[in-house]
C-alpha cells in the first residue's frame, strides 16, 4: 500500500475521507474526489482506497496479502499490532472483536478480496454515510461529501423534521439527502466486490446495566484513564477546561498524571449565583504543575452570537451553531501556550447519570425500592402524582409512543417534565411559526418510521441514555470539524465506546438517585480527584448567558429571518419568526425552543455560502 501527496494533509482532528472498493470503475469516480490538499491511500492495485484530509497522526495502516486496515482518528493501537490483524484477518465480521477493545475514537476501515468494511464509533461521535454514485458504491465520513457530485438538494421533508423540538430517534439519524443513507453508529457497512451493492451489520451492543457500582468503578476509572492516555500519551501541552464541575474535573486530574504538560482554563459565569470559579480554583489549588487560566466572564461570547457569520462546512443543521462563538473563543489562546489538544469533560452528564425512566422497570422487578426512589425524585422534580402514576403505568411500546406524538405536534408543551423524564423521551412539538407544510412532513416522517421503528433498547431508561448520547455527539461531530478549523483539536474522553460501555454497565439503581449527585464518577474517582472536590452537588447552567444573548442578538435575528432561506420554502412564517425576535422576552423563549429552526436556517445559508445549490 502506497500513500500519495506525502506533503499534503491537513490540521489534526479534521480528518475526513471516502473510501472506495477495488475496481477500475470505482477508481475513475475517485479522480472527481480529489482535491488540491487531499490525500489517498491506495489498495495493494495501486487503485484509490482512502481520499480525502487527515494528519499524519491520525493514521496508522497495515496489510496482509489481500487485506489491508485502517485506523483514522485517535487510537493508541501500534502499527505491528494492526498488522498482525491484517494477517490473521479471514472475513470482515472478525473486525467486530477488534473494534470493541481498542480505546480512542476513530473510523475502522477494512479490504478483504475486493470487499469493504467501513465504521465509526457507537457513540456516534464519527459516523459513516454511503451513496452509489456512477455506479460505484461510495462510502464516506461526511453526507454532504457524497451528495455534492450527486448535485442533490436538501429533502424537505428531512427539513421538516430537523425543525421539530425534539427530533427523535431514529429520525435525527438520518442524512438530509435521500439517496445517501446513513450507518447507525452501532453498524459497519461491508461493501461487496461487486463495488455496488452493500449491507449493514452490527458490531456494537449496549452493556446490560446489572454490574454492581463497586465493581464496576475500578472498570471506568481504567477506560478513563485510558481514553485521557490516548491524547496525552505523546506529551507536550494539552489543555483542558476546568469548570470546576465533577466533569472536567476528573479529566484534569487524570490529565495531570500524563507525560503532558497541562493547561487548564475556567470562564466564570456572569451569573453572581454561579459558583463554578468557586470550585474550579479549589481543584487547581491540588494541582500545582497546571497552569490555571481564568477568563475574563464579561469577554465570553454569549448564545446566539455571530449566527450570521457562520459559514463552517456542516453535512446537518446543528444547535451548536448557537455556541459556537463560546465553544471556540478561547481556543486560539490555549492554542499560543502550545496547547496541540484541548480535552473537555462533555459527555459526563451522559454516563456518569442516566435517565430516571428506569423507574418504569425498576417498579415492576423492585417496587419498593422504586417507590422510595421516586418519591425523592417527585421531591426534586417537582413532579405532580397523578403524572407519575400516569407515566408509570404507559406501557405502549416505542413505534405506538412515536405514531400518537405524530398527532399532537402542535399541542401546547406539558406543564411538567414527569412523562419525558419516566418514559420513552421527551415528545417533539412544532411551534407557532412552523407551517402547515412542515406539520404535514414531519407528521408523515413520523407515521412513516412508527411501523418499523426499535427502541435502542428494550428498556426506557437504557434507550433513552443511548438516544442522548447519539443526540450529543451529533452536535459535538460539528463542534470538533469548526475547533480543528479555529487551530485546536478537541477530544471528549467521557465520549470514548470504551467509557460509555463501562459506566452503561452499572445498575441503574446505583446509577441514578435522587439522594446522590453523580456516584458512579464520585465512586470511580474517589483517591484520584481529592473528597473536597467531589462533594460537589451544583451544575451550573449558563441561563443567564443565553437570555442576555437573545435579547443582546435580536438584530441578528431579526437579519436572519429577513430573508430566510426555510420561508422560500415554505417551512416557517417569516413575519412570526420577526415578531419574536423584536419581543426577546416572550414566553418560551427562554426554553430553547428556537434552537432548531435557527440551525436549519443557519446551515441552509450555509450551503449557500460554499456556493451547493440551495433548495
Known sequence: MTELHASAGTGLGDADFTVFP?????????????????????????????????????VVTASARDSAIAVIGCC???????????EQLRDLTELDALARSLPGSFHLV??????????????????????EIDGVRVTATRADTLAAPLGLDPDPQELAVRLLWPAPYPLFETSLWRPVTAVPPQDAVLVAADGRSARHTRWWTPPEPVRPLAEAAPLIR???EEAVDARTRQGGVVSCDLSGGLDSTSVCFLADRSPARVVAGTWPGRDPADSDLHWAELAAGHLPDVEHVIWDADASPLVYEDLLGIDDLLDEPTIGVMDRSRVLHHLPALAARGSRVHLTGIGGDHVAWCSEAYHHRLLRTRPLFAVRQLRGFRALWDWPLGGTVR??????????WLADAAGRLCDPAPSSSVASGLGWGTAPRLFGWATTDTERLARRALLDAAPTAMPLHPDRGMHTDLEQIRSTTRIIRQWDRMAARAGLPMAHPFLDDRVIEACLA????????????KPVLTTAMRGLVPEACLRRTTKATAAMDAADGLRDHRADLLALWADSRLARLG????????????????????DAILYSTIAAEVWLRGLSRTHARTP
Open 22 to 58: 477495488d475496481r477500475a470503475d470505482a477508481a475513475a469516480v475517485a479522480r472527481s474526489f480529489a482535491r488540491p490538499g487531499s490525500r489517498t491511500l491506495t489498495h495493494a492495485s495501486g487503485r484509490p482506497w482512502l481520499v480525502g484530509h487527515w494528519h499524519d497522526d491520525e
Open 391 to 400: 407515566a408509570l403505568a404507559d406501557s405502549r411500546p416505542y413505534g405506538r
Open 76 to 86: 493508541r493501537i501500534e502499527a505491528d499490532e494492526l498488522r498482525r490483524a491484517a
Open 506 to 517: 452499572v445498575h441503574p439503581a446505583e446509577r441514578v438517585t435522587p439522594w446522590a449527585y
Open 222 to 224: 481504567t477506560a478513563l
Open 110 to 131: 477494512a479490504a478483504l478480496d475486493g470487499r469493504l468494511r467501513v465504521q465509526g464509533t457507537a457513540s456516534g461521535l464519527r459516523l459513516v454515510f454511503h451513496a
Open 571 to 590: 417551512l416557517v412564517d417569516g413575519a412570526e419568526l420577526r415578531r419574536l425576535a423584536r419581543r426577546p422576552t416572550s414566553p418560551g423563549l427562554s
